[in-house]
């Protein structure tokens, strides 16, 4: 892809997502989005961040996105900003499961900022059960010290159309 087809379609993506979170999508339509990302067609990383984006931004958990998104976070070969998009998304269902994953995969996070990711995405677990992990995990670093800090904080894990941008 060229850099001017590449910005042809950025901009073309950030209309269409005002005009698809204004007048909302119906199920076949996000039916048609899980598709496409399935499809050999979703060649590109940053294409799919945008989609993944756009969900976590509107707050839809569509349950094809969430099953995507659940393979992408075990998907290694996927960059660390597709997988962190990702893990936002399915950590907003508060699934116990997928909580219960992000504090298992924790010890074997590549880098502090994975390790932040799976910090905050553990935001909605369980207060108690959250709070022990948080305890451990707060001595690793000191950006690890500012996620637990910030998933402590959130004692009902925010909507992802909450979370202030910018």
């Known amino acids: 892809m060229s850099v001017r087809s590449f910005l042809r379609f950025t901009r ?15 199920d076949s339509e996000h039916d048609r989005i899980v598709e496409f990302l399935n499809s050999e067609f979703a060649l590109y990383d940053y294409q799919n961040y945008l989609i993944l984006k756009f969900y976590f931004e509107l707050g839809l958990p569509y349950p094809g996105i969430v099953t995507k998104c659940r393979a992408y976070i075990r998907d290694l070969t996927k960059p660390h900003w597709l997988r962190a998009y990702a893990a936002a998304v399915v950590s907003a269902t508060r699934e116990a499961a997928d909580m219960e994953f992000f504090e298992a995969q924790y010890p074997t996070c590549r880098d502090d900022v994975e390790r932040a990711t799976c910090i905050c995405c553990t935001a ?16 690793d670093g ?6 637990c800090r910030w998933a402590r904080g959130v004692v009902e894990a925010p909507a992802p159309a909450d979370v202030p941008r910018g």
């Open 142 to 147: 000191n950006l690890e010290e500012r996620a």
């Open 124 to 139: 909605g677990m369980e207060v108690r059960r959250r709070n022990e992990f948080l305890g451990r995990a707060r001595r």
């Open 12 to 26: 073309t993506y950030w209309k269409r997502a005002k005009y698809f979170e204004k007048i909302g999508l119906l």
